[in-house]
């Protein structure tokens, strides 16, 4: 499977990822920096972490010095960053090699990995006809899920083992139900969000690396609780309370994966350790409107920074240009941003007007504010110790025919955005 086939971790990760350069998982690669560190961990061996000498990738909306992060759109496609972002500074310290950034949706934006490097291909769906570019295999490659789709598309491939996403209504976990991988959302404000670019603030839930940071005010002030192992669980003989939620048993949820949800249900029954509960979260119908608005509205805001001027893509002869500030903007925006990112700044604007304010924004919510008491209720009065959901409804479609219909998988988020609305 892989050319050249050395006894270095970081070398067989970089044949694989040049090898199958068709999935498109990589925005960017720090191939000759990661060997130089492989070779100077091997000298130095500080210390004895699991993750000493590991390979990893990290997402292209995370920081890291001197390296470009792009957010997988033209606007950020020369910019390298100043710093490292607070997650990606820890693992360096524990001993990860970064192997390079991970394709991504431009600005995180989408279900897809789509952005300004062409989309991720799902490598379940590689055959021995596969040609090099994932352009044109669109009829027979499928999508990875996105946003991070990059980052599951190599683990699943076993380039690498750890891959960095991040969760703002569901982008860690969709693409790992996508590429059949293990996706983690921590809870809001577990995690520095110091150095992710951000999109929506009140969201943005980084992956995986827990602690406190002074560089960012949003995390919990409360000392981390690390959660009991599988072998301190079995010592209680207590059986673990999984709530299945009615309301997540929707009409586009095919039924192969309703049979799939039902038959580990039917598994995890027959080992005795479990009981399950039907639960009610009534507020979920209205979860993905008031996540579009509000984060769309966030966005609009987020955004507002790429002008093109203090950092990023900027329309030609700037410092000649006679164009008003608006119009120079306007000109940038359209060369540098993708159709989604434009429509959800729009979007978010619109929101924001004094007339729609109230109806939109504060109407949103108050929703959010009635998903938050949906959990609060299951996890207080229920009982229940944690739920069991689907991620997607269906199986993932070819790139061909995303590209023919975006919104298909839009009703997917209920399963996702509640989680981020409620900051669990």
């Not at 693409?175 to 943005?204: I, Q, T």
């Not at 479990?274 to 209205?286: D, E, N």
């Amino acid at each position: 499977m892989l050319s050249n086939k050395t006894s270095s971790a970081v070398r067989s990760a970089i044949n694989a990822l040049q090898h199958y350069k068709v999935l498109n998982t990589l925005t960017n690669d720090c191939f000759e920096k990661a060997l130089e560190t492989e070779q100077q961990l091997s000298i130095e061996k500080k210390n004895n972490s699991a993750l000493y000498g590991r390979p990893i990738l990290i997402k292209d909306n995370y920081c890291l010095r001197d390296t470009l992060t792009t957010c997988a759109s033209k606007m950020l496609a020369n910019f390298r960053a100043p710093y490292t972002s607070t997650i990606v500074q820890r693992l360096i310290d524990h001993g990860c090699i970064i192997l390079g950034k991970t394709n991504m949706d431009e600005f995180s934006m989408g279900v897809a990995s789509w952005g300004a490097f062409g989309p991720v291909a799902n490598p379940w769906s590689l055959t021995k006809t596969t040609t090099t570019n994932a352009e044109n295999n669109k009829t027979t490659l499928h999508i990875a899920g996105g946003s991070s789709g990059g980052s599951a598309a190599a683990v699943a491939a076993n380039f690498v083992s750890i891959a960095l996403g991040s969760d703002t209504g569901g982008s860690i976990r969709n693409p790992a139900a996508r590429c059949g991988c293990y996706g983690f959302k921590p809870s809001y404000g577990l995690l520095s969000r110091f150095g992710m670019v951000a999109l929506v603030n009140s969201f943005d839930s980084p992956d995986a690396v827990a602690g406190p940071d002074d560089e960012d005010a949003t995390l919990l002030s409360k000392p981390f609780e690390y959660f009991p192992t599988s072998k301190e669980l079995s010592k209680d003989k207590k059986k673990i309370v999984i709530g299945l939620p009615d309301d997540y048993d929707i009409r586009s949820l095919s039924s192969e994966y309703r049979s799939c949800w039902e038959d580990l249900v039917h598994q995890l029954t027959g080992t005795g350790e479990f009981a399950f509960k039907r639960v009610q979260l009534p507020y979920t119908p209205y979860s993905n409107a008031a996540y579009t608005i509000l984060s769309s509205c966030e966005i609009a805001s987020n955004m507002a920074r790429y002008d093109g001027i203090k950092y990023g893509h900027h329309t030609k002869n700037i410092d000649e240009n006679k164009d008003t500030y608006d119009d120079i903007l306007k000109k940038t925006r359209d060369e540098s941003l993708g159709e989604r990112v434009r429509g959800r700044i729009l979007a978010g604007n619109y929101y924001l007007l004094e007339e729609n304010y109230d109806k939109y924004f504060v109407q949103s919510q108050r929703v959010r504010r009635g998903v938050m008491n949906d959990y609060k209720k299951v996890f207080e009065e229920d009982k229940v110790d944690c739920l069991l959901a689907p991620v997607v409804s269906n199986d993932p479609i070819t790139l061909a025919e995303y590209e023919q219909a975006e919104d298909i998988f839009s009703e997917d988020d209920i399963f996702t955005v509640g989680a981020n609305l409620a900051g669990i």
